[in-house]
């Protein structure tokens, strides 16, 4: 496996399930992220990662929790969402900084019920 | 909330012809990338640049930062199908925050 790979590609959940996003990298990177793509907005930071610590946290409802074991997996946790979190959920990885060069997963599309 | 503005939202054009898509912002960046992201994957790093007034040139892709680092812009020539996907560009406020353009859905028709 090279890249960056995300776990499932597609995921359907209740209001009440609760689920987990996999990310993993493959390329020896420090920082790992989770992006938010819905129809009609601008791609949206949600969590920023460096050296397995959180460093950014963007006014995220807590029904989205972030895990980051080791510098080369990224979990996101889902409780209780909403229809209106139906959306692409993208992982990207960078050497250090946001502004190195980022490589996405191709996502996982969520579709909340 | 720093917004990148990105026009035209769509567009669509014949295999040959050449375009110019806008990302425009009232808020000033440190640095700014474009993005072109395929149906069914993630965005994919074109270029980035840094210092007002940069042109980059990638191929068929020439990409210019604004002088006064607030917008930018990207020009195909002769452009191809294999062009067509989503343009995104996103913009560095030189701390750790990272915003997404709007989108611009290209489609090169054969």
């Known amino acids: 496996e090279t890249g960056v790979t995300q776990t499932p590609r597609h995921l359907v959940m209740g209001m009440t399930n609760k689920k987990s996003l996999k990310c993993e990298q493959h390329?020896?990177?420090?920082?790992m992220y989770w992006y938010k793509q819905s129809a009609k907005k601008p791609l949206e930071l949600m969590f920023v990662?460096?050296?397995?610590?959180?460093?950014e946290n963007n006014s995220v409802p807590s029904r989205f929790s972030p895990e980051c074991p080791n510098s080369s997996h990224l979990f996101l946790h889902l409780h209780t969402l909403q229809p209106e979190d139906s959306a692409l959920y993208l992982c990207?990885?960078?050497?250090?900084?946001?502004?190195?060069?980022?490589?996405f997963g191709p996502g996982t599309r969520l579709t909340v019920l | 909330t720093q917004l990148l503005e990105q026009s035209p939202q769509f567009l669509s054009i014949q295999e040959g012809e050449n375009l110019t898509v806008y990302c425009n912002s009232s808020?000033?960046?440190?640095?700014l990338q474009w993005y072109r992201q395929e149906p069914g994957e993630g965005p994919v790093l074109l270029v980035t640049?840094?210092?007002?007034?940069e042109v980059k040139k990638l191929k068929r892709l020439t990409f210019q930062f604004g002088d006064a680092r607030k917008d930018s812009s990207l020009h195909i020539t002769a452009a191809q199908p294999g062009d067509t996907g989503l343009y995104l560009c996103?913009?560095?406020?030189?701390?750790?925050?990272?915003?997404f353009g709007t989108g611009t859905s290209l489609t090169v028709i054969p």
């Open positions: 990207a990885s960078s050497q250090g900084t946001i502004t190195d060069t980022q490589y």
């Open positions: 808020s000033v960046f440190s640095s």
């Open positions: 996103a913009g560095a406020d030189g701390g750790n925050q990272f915003y």
């Open positions: 390329l020896g990177h420090n920082a």
């Open positions: 990662y460096n050296f397995k610590e959180q460093t």
């Open positions: 640049v840094v210092t007002g007034g």
